[in-house]
Each structure stands twice: as structure tokens, then as C-alpha cells.
């Protein structure tokens, strides 16, 4: 779902251990804030046919961050200068990361904005 929208360097953290609001974490980015919401919005349509029900979405507005709350699993779609600003990853450093599948083109060298 991220992937169809370019979403960048996902990775999926087992935070079970470490967390007591939720299971796991997925954390993308995006390039810039329209697509930000694009890769937000088809999580978002992709989990509702697969049946999950979303109980919050948070920081849409700015384009800078969204955060989809499934209850068991959050999701984080950032700005990637954003999610280097928050460096959840950095926060989680102890949380085993699961293996994703991840095409060359979702992997970040260096991320140029669109223009």
C-alpha cells in the first residue's frame, strides 16, 4: 500500500516488548507533503479493505507527520526531513526490525524533493 504511493524506506518495528499502546510500528516517508498524504490516504483505503478500522489519525494537516493508530500496530508517514528530525528509529533503537520485502527504487540514498 505504502509502495504504490513511492513511499521511501519502510521499516516495520517490533515494539512489544517495549511499548504498552501498541505491537508493532511501521515508519515510511515521503518526498513532500502532498505525498505525505497520498501515502497516509492508501494505507489508510488499503487497511480498510483488508477489514482494520482506524481509531485515530493525528498531524495530516501539516503535511510534515501523520500518524494512523490501528490499536496493535501504528503507523508513522513522515516527511523525510521530518522522520530524520524525530529519528523514531533512534527512539526504538532496542526494537527488533521484521524484514520487509524493499524494491531498490523504496530504498534512500539521498532524497531530492520534488519540485
Known amino acids: 500500500m505504502a509502495l504504490a504511493k ?4 519502510p521499516i516495520l518495528l ?10 508493532y510500528q511501521l515508519i515510511v516517508s515521503g518526498r513532500s507533503d502532498r505525498q505525505v498524504d497520498a501515502i497516509s490516504d492508501g494505507i489508510s483505503a488499503g487497511l480498510r479493505e483488508h ?5 485515530g489519525k493525528e ?3 501539516t ?5 494512523l493508530d490501528y490499536g496493535d500496530f501504528v503507523v508513522h508517514v513522515f ?7 524525530y529519528d523514531l528509529e533512534g527512539l526504538w ?12 527504487e523504496a530504498k534512500i540514498r539521498t532524497v531530492e524533493p520534488y519540485a
Do not use: M, Y
Open 6 to 9: 513511492k513511499a521511501l524506506e
Open 63 to 67: 503535511g510534515q507527520w501523520s500518524l
Open 93 to 104: 533503537n532496542d526494537a527488533p526490525r521484521i524484514a520487509l520485502d524493499v524494491p531498490d
Open 14 to 23: 517490533d515494539v512489544r516488548k517495549l511499548c504498552s499502546f501498541c505491537n
Open 79 to 85: 516527511l523525510h526531513t521530518a522522520r530524520e528530525t
Open 51 to 55: 477489514g482494520f478500522t482506524s481509531i
Open 59 to 61: 498531524g495530516a494537516k
